[in-house]
C-alpha cells in the first residue's frame, strides 16, 4: 500500500481509498467468485504485508491505515471461506517504512513456511513481534471522567444502540448532545405522528402501493418513515427526560456539508470536546455475491465518516 498523500486531505483519500480499500474488495471477490464457479475446495493461503508502521499501528500513528482494512479483510474472508468447507490459513504481516523490499519478502516468506499459527505479525526492523492478551485488574487501568456538561457529537445517534449510548452518556454527564444522521428531521406533522397502530398500517400500505406505482423500492420507502419515527420517539424521549439534544440532518461522508455542520454546532454550543462515531450502513450477503455499491455505502458511511 502507498502512503502518498494526506490522509485527511478529500482528494488523496480518495484516491487511497479507491487503492487501498476497494481494489483489494474487488480482487478478492473476483478470486472467491473464480472459486466458487470452478468448485475448487482448497486449502488455501491468504497473506498481506502491511504498512502500519511494523507495529501493527500498536506504538503510533499508522503510516498507512488501510492496511487495518485489508486485515480485517482476509480475516473475514478466511472465517467464511472455512464455514463453507474451504480451510484457510490467513497470515498478515505488518512492516516498517525502512524494510527493503526483498527483506519483506524474504520474511514473508519464511514466516509462512514456519507454519506457526499466529494470524498478525509484527515484522519491521527485522524483529518479529506478535500480539497476546494479557490480563490486567481493571482498576488498574488509566481512567478520565467526562467533563459534565461538555459538547458532544454522535453520528448515527439518533437510532439504534447508538441512541440507547447517547442517551445513558447524557443523563450521567449532563451532555450537550447534538446527534447527526442522514435522515431529514422529523416534522411533528408528518401525517404518520401519534398515529394508531391500525392507522399505521394503513399509511403502509399507501406508501408501498405508491412505490411500486412509481417502480421505487417499496422497502426503502417504507424505511424512511421508519427511520422517521424512530429518530422523533428517541428525540421526544430524551427531551422528556431532561437532555439537552438537537438533530442534524448531514451525510458525515460529505466532507463539505460535515464542515458546516459542526461549524454550526460550534457557534451555536462551544467547542466540541467527544465524538461518537456510530453512523453505518449495513446488508448481509456472501461475499462473492456483495454488489460493489453496497461496498461503497459501508465504507462511505463508516471509513469516509470517520475521516471526514
Known sequence: LSAEGDVL???SWARRRELGVELPFLALQRWGQLLERNRVAGPFTLAAATLLGGDLGLAATPIAPEGGWIAGLLKS???ELSRHDRPTRVKICDFAP???PDAIADAMLAELAADRPEVEVALGGGRRRIVRIVDEPVEGLPRSELR?????VVTGGARGITAEVSLALGRQYGLDLHLIGRSPTPRD??????VSDDDLKTIKRSIVRQAVAEGKSPEKQWDRVKHDIEIHDNLARMRRLGLRVAYHSC??????ALAKTLDAIRRSSGPIEGIIHGAGYARTSRFESQKREELIATIRAKVDGAVA
Do not use: C, K, Q, S
Open 148 to 152: 459534565r456538561g461538555a459538547v458532544w
Open 77 to 79: 474472508l478466511g472465517i
Open 251 to 256: 451525510d458525515v461522508a460529505d466532507w463539505t
Open 9 to 11: 486531505a478529500p482528494t
Open 98 to 100: 525502512g524494510d527493503a
Open 189 to 194: 406533522d408528518a401525517p404518520w405522528r401519534n
